[in-house]
Structures are given as structure tokens and as C-alpha cells.
């Protein structure tokens, strides 16, 4: 299992930790104070305290762009956000989703003292949550993976024993009100054959890679990487046309020496034709080649 490079861990947290921890709190009217909110392109609906700020931005990572997208609202004493991010791709090894949810809180508890980490899921995705005492305040957030989709739920609350009791019951209702509307429609099985190559879906245009693969080519082993002992996996992004045809392939991770030929038998694979509303669109996925010395 390739490790996933610590700069995507942090990337994710640079977009919403410091500008929300940073935010100095507003007053809110008592009678003012709950209002459900639902993101329909976010896919979820949460209660959030008075009005809220919105932002969206795109960011570079080892792994690609990231697309975020941050709610925020403020009471006197807390800071309340909301965030969903677009990853560039899905994790699909149970190593890898636990290797990536295990490590993004350390963006933010590096700034403080990590209090607890707790392995929770919603709706049967996985997640966690993770509690850091700051200097000057708390810090709760919970985080979840849903297929291509990065949420995360945090409030920051005034690091005193009174607000600390007050804040308790206040915490876990917003927590408890946030919830994923309907199916995501990022989540989707693996094809291919077995020990050969699968492909992974993501999100284009709120479609998903559902059809099958028509034509699939395995790479030809290069002799240069048989005589140097090199073996491992390849990933390689593909863009399928509206047709079904891979009209681009770009290596994400792998040996070197095994590369140009899994980029090669990329582009010659095809798929069924993917539909969205009934219109055909293009998708992207990943192509995992499996290189074994016999």
C-alpha cells in the first residue's frame, strides 16, 4: 500500500482551520438561534446558530485539485463550521481510508494539546472525532469520508470550566443535527479482473462511472523493470469520453520503470457509455495495474 503523502492531510485543513479559529465570534438573538440549513450540491442539511458566512475555494494537493467549500456561524462564545471538500480521488484500500482518517486531525492538533480521538460513521461511512485543547480555547470537530466527498463538523468554544459545562449540551446538538440528504452519489464497487486492474468512480457533472469496462487491455511487463526486479501497483487517472473511450491518462502513483506501460494499456480500454439525466457525460476513475515478478 502506497502511503498517502502528509501534505494532503494538512492541504485540507489549511483551507478551513485557520480562518475559522481565527474568526473572532459575533453576537447572535437568542430567539434567532437555530436555523437548519441544506446544501443540496453538499449533499447534507445541519442547524447552525444565525447567519452564516460562505466561502469556496480550490486548492493544489500532492494528489490534485481540491475543491472546498466552508460554512461558518458565530455566537458569543463558539464558533460553529461546516465543510465538504471534493477529493481528486477515492481511497479505496481499507489500509488507505484508515491511514487518511487517522491523520487528519493533525493539522489542527498541532496547535494545541489532543484531549481525545474517537473512531465514529454515519450512514455507515467512516469518520472521527477528535477533541484539542488551544490556548485560549476548545476545539471538537468530526470528519467523514464519503466515497469522493471530505466532511467536516467542528465548533470552537471559550477554553473556561463554565462556558466548558455550558457548551456540552449545545455541541452535541449541532453534531446530532447534521445528516446526509439522500445517497451520495460518489460511492460506487470497484470492476475489472481480479489481480488485473478496477476501476474506481468519481464524481463528474453529478455523474458516476457506472458502466462497465467494454474492452480491457492488461500491460505488457516492460523488460527493463523484469531485469531491475520492479514490481508494484500503478494508478493511473483516465478521462472517458462521452462515448466511452479514455481520452486522457495521467500516472498518480508507481514505480517509475512501470508507468509508460500502464499509461499505454490505459488508453485502450473502453467503457459503456456513462449517463447522467439520460445525457451522456464524461467521467474520470482510476485504473489500478498490479505488476507481479513470477
Same mark, same amino acid.
Given at each position: 500500500?502506497?502511503?498517502?503523502?502528509?501534505?494532503?492531510?494538512?492541504?485540507?485543513?489549511?483551507?478551513?482551520?485557520?480562518?475559522?479559529?481565527?474568526?473572532? +465570534?459575533?453576537?447572535?438573538?437568542?430567539?434567532?438561534?437555530?436555523?437548519?440549513? @441544506?446544501?443540496?450540491?453538499?449533499?447534507?442539511? *445541519?442547524?447552525?446558530?444565525?447567519?452564516?458566512?460562505?466561502?469556496?475555494?480550490?486548492? !493544489?494537493?500532492?494528489?490534485?485539485?481540491?475543491?472546498? =467549500?466552508?460554512?461558518?456561524?458565530?455566537?458569543p462564545f463558539a464558533s460553529f463550521? *461546516?465543510?465538504?471538500?471534493?477529493?481528486?480521488?477515492?481511497?479505496?484500500?481499507?489500509?488507505?481510508?484508515?491511514?487518511?482518517?487517522? =491523520?487528519?486531525?493533525?493539522?489542527?492538533?498541532? =496547535?494545541?494539546?489532543l484531549l481525545s480521538m474517537t473512531?465514529?460513521?454515519?450512514?455507515?461511512? +467512516?469518520?472521527? !472525532?477528535?477533541?484539542?485543547?488551544?490556548?485560549?480555547?476548545?476545539?471538537?470537530?468530526?470528519?467523514?469520508?464519503?466515497?469522493?466527498?471530505?466532511?467536516?463538523?467542528?465548533?470552537?468554544?471559550?477554553?473556561?470550566?463554565?462556558?466548558?459545562?455550558?457548551?456540552?449540551?449545545?455541541?452535541?446538538?449541532?453534531?446530532?443535527?447534521?445528516?446526509?440528504?439522500?445517497?451520495?452519489?460518489?460511492?460506487? +464497487?470497484?470492476?475489472?479482473?481480479?489481480?488485473?486492474?478496477?476501476?474506481?468512480?468519481?464524481?463528474?457533472?453529478?455523474? *458516476?462511472?457506472?458502466? @462497465?469496462?467494454?474492452?480491457?487491455?492488461?500491460?505488457?511487463?516492460?523488460?527493463?523493470?523484469?531485469?531491475?526486479?520492479?514490481?508494484?501497483?500503478?494508478?493511473?487517472?483516465?478521462?472517458?469520453?462521452?462515448?466511452?473511450?479514455?481520452?486522457?491518462?495521467?500516472?498518480?502513483?508507481?514505480? !517509475?520503470?512501470?508507468?509508460?506501460?500502464?499509461?499505454?494499456?490505459?488508453?485502450?480500454?473502453?467503457?459503456?457509455?456513462?449517463?447522467?439525466?439520460? *445525457?451522456?457525460?464524461?467521467?474520470?476513475?482510476?485504473?489500478?495495474?498490479?505488476?507481479?515478478?513470477?
Amino acid at each position: 500500500m502506497k502511503r498517502i503523502p502528509q501534505s494532503f492531510f494538512l492541504a485540507l485543513f489549511v483551507f478551513a482551520i485557520p480562518s475559522f479559529a481565527q474568526t473572532q +465570534p459575533r453576537q447572535t438573538a437568542q430567539e434567532e438561534f437555530w436555523k437548519e440549513f @441544506s446544501s443540496t450540491a453538499g449533499g447534507f442539511k *445541519v442547524a447552525l446558530p444565525g447567519d452564516r458566512a460562505e466561502t469556496s475555494k480550490t486548492l !493544489e494537493s500532492p494528489g490534485g485539485k481540491i475543491k472546498c =467549500h466552508t460554512f461558518t456561524s458565530w455566537t458569543p462564545f463558539a464558533s460553529f463550521l *461546516v465543510s465538504y471538500s471534493e477529493l481528486p480521488v477515492i481511497l479505496t484500500e481499507p489500509g488507505q481510508v484508515k491511514e487518511f482518517l487517522d =491523520h487528519m486531525h493533525e493539522g489542527e492538533a498541532s =496547535h494545541g494539546k489532543l484531549l481525545s480521538m474517537t473512531e465514529i460513521e454515519l450512514d455507515g461511512y +467512516p469518520g472521527r !472525532e477528535f477533541i484539542v485543547e488551544l490556548p485560549d480555547s476548545m476545539f471538537r470537530m468530526r470528519y467523514y469520508l464519503v466515497g469522493s466527498r471530505f466532511y467536516q463538523i467542528a465548533v470552537r468554544t471559550i477554553n473556561t470550566a463554565e462556558m466548558a459545562r455550558s457548551m456540552v449540551e449545545m455541541t452535541d446538538e449541532f453534531f446530532a443535527s447534521f445528516k446526509l440528504n439522500g445517497k451520495p452519489v460518489n460511492k460506487a +464497487p470497484a470492476i475489472g479482473e481480479e489481480g488485473k486492474a478496477a476501476v474506481v468512480n468519481k464524481v463528474v457533472k453529478s455523474g *458516476v462511472l457506472s458502466g @462497465s469496462a467494454l474492452k480491457k487491455v492488461g500491460p505488457a511487463y516492460p523488460g527493463e523493470a523484469k531485469a531491475a526486479r520492479v514490481s508494484g501497483k500503478v494508478q493511473v487517472q483516465v478521462t472517458v469520453s462521452e462515448e466511452g473511450r479514455v481520452i486522457e491518462a495521467i500516472v498518480i502513483s508507481g514505480p !517509475e520503470l512501470l508507468r509508460d506501460a500502464a499509461v499505454q494499456a490505459a488508453k485502450e480500454w473502453v467503457f459503456k457509455p456513462t449517463k447522467f439525466d439520460g *445525457v451522456p457525460v464524461k467521467v474520470q476513475g482510476i485504473l489500478i495495474f498490479n505488476f507481479e515478478l513470477q
